[in-house]
């Protein structure tokens, strides 16, 4: 699958994870979004965001836990827990939150 | 904190080691390795990483695996704490055998002589090569 998003094509693996990760961009998290019946919030970018800053620093989308913990150290413990962020992402925050941000799926997560 | 969407993996904890004693790019060893130890996190388990021979050079400073086409995952051991994975073990012997010291690994390490390796894996309830 591919999405066109300002002249780029932007092509992703059967799951929908993008499959160059520097030809993302925030248009096309909405697009992604928009499929999904969800509107991107200030709430949702604080986490894709979030996101995108863990894999620059360490090389890999972290696991669901870790992501929950972190997101308590840096938004506080009403943030930081699963039934905020699932509720932010239904299908899952590593797995819909990740593929938004454009990284890979997490290690470990099926 | 709500439970509601966290596994219950209660049972025994069993001591585990991941040895790695191969260079980190040319073969898949290396970070076949770091996906197995980050899966493990998920079981909590009491993990250890040893780095043995040439397996200390997956934790040195300033690789550029871009030029074999590879991805530099050094950074990536850098996640393992807030993975609750913090027993880092490097022998002496072959950090020093390659002029290296802790002040060239990309994370805190402990530094441990090889009759010290040897008691560590002895304690292990699975040791597991890489």
Redesign the interface.
């Known amino acids: 699958m591919a999405y066109e998003v300002n002249g780029i094509t932007v092509e992703t693996d059967e799951e929908g994870y993008i499959e160059d990760l520097s030809k993302w961009s925030k248009e096309v998290a909405e697009i992604m979004a928009k499929e999904d019946d969800c509107e991107l919030t200030e709430e949702h970018w604080e986490i894709i965001n979030f996101l995108r800053e863990y894999y620059e620093?360490?090389?890999?989308a972290?696991?669901v836990?870790?992501l929950t913990?972190?997101i308590g150290k840096r938004l506080g413990?009403e943030k930081g827990?699963?039934?905020y962020l699932?509720e932010l992402f239904p299908y899952g925050p590593a797995k819909q939150a990740c593929r938004y941000a454009g990284l890979p799926k997490p290690?470990?997560c099926v | 904190?709500?439970d509601?969407?966290?596994d219950d993996f209660s049972g025994e904890i069993k001591r585990f080691m991941f040895v790695n004693r191969k260079a980190p790019h040319g073969t898949i060893y290396a970070l076949e390795s770091l996906?197995v130890v980050?899966?493990s996190?998920?079981f909590d388990q009491d993990v250890s990483l040893a780095f043995l021979d040439d397996g200390v050079f997956q934790l040195r400073k300033g690789q550029n695996a871009n030029v074999l086409e590879m991805?530099?995952?050094a950074?990536?051991y850098?996640?393992l704490e807030?993975?609750d994975i913090e027993k880092l073990y490097v022998e002496r012997e072959s950090l020093e055998a390659r002029g290296m010291t802790a002040d060239d690994l990309v994370v805190p390490v402990e530094v441990v002589d090889r009759a010290r390796m040897a008691e560590l894996m002895a304690d292990q309830d699975v040791v597991m090569s890489f």
């Not at chain 1, 620093?57 to 890999?60: A, L, S």
């Open positions: 620093e360490f090389q890999i972290p696991a836990r870790v913990k972190q413990p827990n699963s039934k699932y290690t470990g | 904190m709500s509601e969407f966290e996906e980050l899966i996190a998920a991805k530099n995952f950074p990536t850098r996640a807030g993975y």
